[in-house]
């Protein structure tokens, strides 16, 4: 991405990558934008190639260590996943939802503003990507998602 000094070098290796709500909104406390996000990952895993080696979503943002497989593209994958909850983030519409005219004015505004989406920009355009290139490497960026909701007081546990 553009400014994106976390570049993916390589479609195929494994990162820890980061994706961030706009304007940090706390979005994912309902569990129907919690499910979207589970559910694409689970579609992208199971349709585009992505083996995810562990994830966290948090309230404002969602962690992966993850690699795709060929023939798949990581920056394809990623565009997709981003663009596909950008535009399920809808639901806001049809549940309950205390904040809906301010979330939905938010992530319009990004879409207009940015250029990049037609309707709602749910996500920033960087992904934090951080190539891992060992297993130190990697089973500390996992030991750190694992303590990312204990350490926000989410979880007790970080196997909760």
């Known amino acids: 991405m553009a400014g ?4 993916i070098t390589d479609q195929h290796a494994t990162y820890f990558l980061t994706f961030t709500v706009v304007d940090w909104i706390d979005i994912f406390t309902r569990p129907v934008y919690k499910t ?3 559910d ?3 579609y992208c895993s199971e ?10 979503l948090m309230s404002n943002h969602l ?5 795709t497989q060929p023939p798949f593209r ?3 994958v990623l565009r997709d996943f981003k663009k596909f909850t ?3 983030i809808d639901a806001i519409q049809h549940g309950p939802e205390s904040r809906r005219e301010w979330l939905l004015d938010k992530f319009s505004y990004h879409a207009r503003r940015t250029g990049r989406a037609k309707d709602y920009k749910l996500w920033r355009d960087d992904n934090h990507a951080i190539y891992l290139d060992n297993a130190t490497t990697t089973s500390q960026k996992i030991d750190y998602i ?3 909701p204990v350490t926000a007081l989410v979880v007790a546990n970080a196997e909760d």
């Not at 994106?4 to 570049?7: E, M």
């Not at 349709?47 to 966290?56: E, L």
């Not at 962690?63 to 690699?67: G, N, P």
């Open 146 to 148: 694992h303590q990312n």
């Open 74 to 76: 990581m920056s394809d």
């Open 47 to 56: 349709h585009k190639g992505w083996k995810i080696y562990a994830w966290v």
């Open 40 to 42: 694409s990952l689970n």
């Open 36 to 38: 979207i996000v589970v």
């Open 4 to 7: 994106d000094r976390y570049l």
């Open 63 to 67: 962690h992966l260590v993850v690699s």
């Open 86 to 88: 950008s535009k399920k």
